[in-house]
């Protein structure tokens, strides 16, 4: 089911029923078979690739995120008894993300599975995924460090399901309609899941959208752009990367709301964050459907 559907039919079903109890279950399942599709070999062998593409989409936005409070602070109030230093690092780590779940979905929809460049962004999407959450733990109160902890159980799914295909080559092939049901099924519960979530009504400031979104789209796609060009990838790959590594979706969606439960930002920041999060992930499709019916006709 397509990402756009998925989170209008969580929007409009929320006030009827909840998949909060299934969502975290299906988010695993559905990385865990993402992973089996990974060929950790290949992974190996472009590990200096995804580091450098992994510098690219997450210093830049993090050191641009880092400075915008400083640079803008009547956009970015602080909680009470919180330290403006506290927000700034927030808002580095909001921008550095590139959420993984909605990365595969939307890799999934374009037609790149199974190809080189899908396993890159998967990859740098991952280390961005995991540096974000790890500097999020410093930033929580010590009673939220656990909680935290946990949220990203489903990530370590996805490791597993790399070691099963690692092990065991010819899984693959014979869970097929498994696949096929993780991608039609069990991905479209996570994403109804996360539609549901995603409580708009708490506070809108429009400069601070505004300023978020383009400050977030802004650095990954340059920072991204910047090392596939040092990589020298070919104008096609330099320009589809930093596009797909781009999305926010389900990670910055669950950070934003658990540190809104902690405390630790303002109603209107999480809504800020959330726009951003959802706009930077339903942009994406569109812009290489573009561009590939672009290239298919010159």
Not at 51 to 77: C, D, M, N, Q
Not at 158 to 171: D, K, V
Not at 221 to 246: C, D, H, M, S
Request: aromatic content about 12%; proline content about 5%.
């Amino acid at each position: 089911m397509p990402l756009l559907l998925c989170i209008f039919i969580g929007g409009i079903s929320a006030p009827y029923f909840s998949l909060a109890p299934v969502m975290s279950v299906a988010g695993g399942i559905y990385l865990l078979f993402s992973g089996l599709e990974i060929n950790l070999r290949q992974i190996g062998k472009e590990s200096s690739v995804i580091g450098k593409l992994w510098i690219g989409g997450f210093v830049p936005p993090f050191l641009v995120g880092l400075i915008l409070p400083y640079i803008f602070p009547h956009l970015f109030a602080s909680p009470e008894g919180l330290d403006h230093h506290a927000t700034a690092f927030i808002v580095g780590i909001a921008l550095s993300v590139s959420a993984v779940p909605v990365v595969i979905k939307i890799i999934e929809e374009i037609g790149w599975r199974g190809t080189l460049r899908a396993q890159r962004v998967i990859f740098t999407a991952v280390l961005c995924d995991i540096a974000a959450w790890l500097l999020f733990f410093f930033v929580l109160p010590p009673e939220g460090h656990t909680s935290w902890l946990l949220t990203h159980w489903s990530l370590l799914m996805f490791f597993i399901g790399l070691a099963l295909t690692a092990a065991w080559p010819a899984l693959l092939g014979r869970i097929s309609l498994f696949m096929k049901l993780n991608k039609w099924v069990i991905g479209s519960i996570f994403f109804i899941g996360i539609g549901q979530t995603l409580k708009l009504d708490m506070g809108i400031n429009l400069a601070q959208i505004a300023l978020i979104f383009v400050a977030a789209t802004g650095s990954k796609l340059f920072g991204v752009w910047t090392a596939a060009k040092y990589l020298k990838f070919p104008r096609e790959e330099a320009f589809a990367l930093p596009l797909a590594l781009n999305a926010r979706g389900a990670m910055e969606v669950i950070m934003a709301k658990f540190a809104l439960n902690a405390g630790v930002i303002t109603s209107e920041l999480f809504v800020s964050l959330v726009v951003m999060a959802l706009g930077t992930s339903l942009i994406i499709k569109p812009i290489l459907r573009w561009r590939q019916k672009r290239n298919f006709h010159t």
